[in-house]
C-alpha cells in the first residue's frame, strides 16, 4: 500500500510511504516516528476520526479507506492525513461490487436458529479468533460487536453502550425508505425480522469488514446450536459467559467465567 502521509505539528511535512495493508495503525506510527517524520513524544493519545473507540493496535490500514480514499489521525498536538495513492480505485462502482451473499446466509441461519431457541435478551458471547477478541451481544434489535480489551467495561453495560459495530434486524416495513433501497439491492426484503442493517462508517465498509462480521455471526450460531444440542439455557444473568474460541487448529465451544475473561485482559 502507497501512502501519501501528510503530517501538521509544529511544522507540515508531506512525505509517501509503502506499508503492508495488514499492517495496524499503530504499526505506521511507529513506521512515521523511526523515520524521523513525527515526533515520538507528540504521539500519545492519537485517534482515528471516526473511530476514536478503536484501539490503533487493532485497526488495519485497509480497513481505514472509505470511498474518500483518505482517513485522518489526530491528537491534540498533531494531525496526520493519510491519502491512497491509488484512490481512484476505490469509488463508488467499486463499493457496489461488494459480496454480501455469505454474510446474508449467515444472518438468515442465526434469525432461524434464534426463532426457535430461547436466548435471554442481553446475553454476551466472547469469541477468540487466534489473537483477535471480541464481545457479541445479543438485544432485542439484532447484535452488537465490541472489541474485547478496549469497550471490555461497554459491552456489560445496560444501557449507552457504543459498539464499533452493530446489525440491527428489521422487518421489511420497519425499514426506511435508504434501507429498503440498499437491501433490494443484494436480496429481496423479507416480511420477518432479518432485513441487516449494518450500522458502520460506510466509508470505511469493505469485503474484509463484512467477511469478518461474518464470521462472528456464524460463531454466534455455532455458539447457539451447541447449546441447544445440549439442552442448555443462554441465559444473561449467569456469571459464565458462552463462548467460542479458537486457537491455531484447536476450537472449543461453552462456557468461560467472567473472572477469567478478566485476568486475560489484564
Known sequence: MKLKVKIRDTKLTIEKVTIGTDSTVDALITALARKNLVNESFTGGLRVKGAEDEDLMSVTLHHLFGESGRAEIYNSDMSITLTESRAEENNLAGRKLLDYSMFMETVDRFHELTRTTSVGPGTLFYVQQQQRQYFVRMDGTGLEFFHFRNQYEDAFRKSDRRPFLAVE????????PDELRW????????????????????????????????????????????????????????????????????????????????????
Not at 434486524?169 to 426506511?176: D, F, I, N, Y
Open 183 to 266: 437491501i433490494r439491492s443484494i436480496t429481496f426484503p423479507a416480511k420477518e425480522k432479518k432485513n441487516p442493517v449494518i450500522h458502520f462508517d460506510p466509508e470505511r465498509l469493505s469485503q474484509e469488514v463484512i467477511d469478518d462480521i461474518n464470521v462472528l455471526i456464524h460463531r454466534i450460531v455455532v455458539i447457539i446450536g451447541r447449546f441447544r444440542t445440549r439442552g442448555e439455557a443462554l441465559d444473561a444473568a449467569t456469571p459464565h459467559i458462552p463462548a467460542y474460541v479458537q486457537v491455531g487448529e484447536e476450537c472449543s465451544v461453552g462456557y468461560i467465567p467472567k473472572a477469567q475473561l478478566e485476568q486475560i485482559r489484564k
Open 169 to 176: 434486524l428489521k422487518t421489511r416495513e420497519a425499514l426506511s
